[in-house]
């Protein structure tokens, strides 16, 4: 089991960023990758972004390319999602998941964490 805590989440005005925050620990932790996820009221979790933790190859929604970046620290096992010129659309819970090894789709999950985007 992978153990994930977010953090960064919060109040922003539309056109303003928010930087979230994914420490993931278990032993051993053979990831394959790290993604965040997001679901509005109403709507369907979708995946926002990832990165393959042995590349470190990212992926992004379309509705979030050139606004979010996905980074992350390998000596920390964390990942970071910068939330640029956010739109109220992009309210949302944000969940952290990880994919490990011998899993094919993502099985461990965080709490979640509330981004809330004023107009």
């Known amino acids: 089991q992978v153990h994930l805590v977010e953090s960064g989440g919060g109040l922003v005005q539309a056109g303003g960023s928010l930087r979230l925050s994914c420490a993931a620990s278990?032993?051993?932790?053979?990831?394959?990758?790290l993604g965040w996820f997001r679901q509005a009221p109403g709507k369907e979790r979708e995946l926002v972004a990832s990165?393959?933790?042995?590349?470190?190859?990212?992926y992004y929604a379309t509705s979030v390319k050139g606004r979010f970046t996905l980074s992350r620290d390998i000596r920390k096992n964390t990942i970071y999602l910068q939330m640029n010129n956010m739109k109220p659309e992009d309210a949302a819970a944000y969940y952290c998941?990880?994919?490990?090894?011998?899993?094919?789709?993502?099985?461990?999950w965080g709490q979640g964490t509330q981004v809330t985007v004023s107009s």
């Open positions: 998941a990880a994919q490990r090894i011998g899993s094919n789709d993502y099985d461990s």
């Open positions: 278990g032993r051993p932790l053979s990831l394959v990758a």
């Open positions: 990165v393959r933790w042995s590349n470190g190859d990212p």
